[in-house]
């Protein structure tokens, strides 16, 4: 399908949603920030070229290869992605889920229920961002403390909404 003004518009309709949740969030120096990487080449041209505008591009570039450089290079550069903060434990000579700061906790709720927003528009109700974590958490590789605290904070959203769940994310700090 393939359109670079569709996926500029949509990756900005994304990060513009981001940033306003950032700001409820307590972190919005951190929302001004969010997916700049979205608009590099490494990754604005493949999002280009594989822009659907229901899902994320990423899907169908490793649905062509097998893997997605867009995704490799976003989740390397943006430490609000989980995958983001994987590394070798000498320990258990494995690659394991290392415990994520709080803010960057925060960013990614945010992040997730802009994209859950933005996906499914209309069909989006508050607890859409939990069932897309709750449906994945077989194969997901994340720390389990930081885990717990999405799952909490989706859990949160799910039963309580928006207000009340941006109000207790403004109090939570890092570790």
Request: hydrophobic share 30%; net charge positive.
């Amino acid at each position: 399908m393939g359109s670079a003004w569709g996926h500029f518009k949509i990756i900005t309709r994304h990060r513009h949603m981001v940033i306003r949740h950032c700001k409820k969030a307590g972190i919005l120096w951190q929302g001004l920030f969010h997916d700049l990487s979205k608009y590099s080449p490494t990754e604005f041209i493949p999002g280009a070229k594989y822009y659907q505008g229901t899902r994320s591009p990423n899907e169908a570039e490793r649905e062509e290869y097998g893997y997605s450089v867009a995704w490799m290079h976003h989740k390397g550069r943006n430490k609000h992605h989980f995958e983001y903060w994987t590394d070798y434990n000498p320990k258990t000579k494995r690659m394991e889920g290392v415990k994520m700061p709080v803010r960057y906790v925060k960013e990614m709720l945010c992040d997730r229920v802009a994209a859950s927003k933005i996906y499914l528009g209309d069909a989006y109700t508050d607890d859409a961002p939990l069932n897309y974590f709750l449906k994945g958490r077989a194969t997901r590789m994340i720390h389990p403390e930081t885990a717990d605290l999405l799952e909490k904070l989706l859990r949160m959203l799910s039963e309580k909404g928006e207000d009340e769940t941006f109000r207790y994310m403004r109090t939570l700090n890092d570790y």
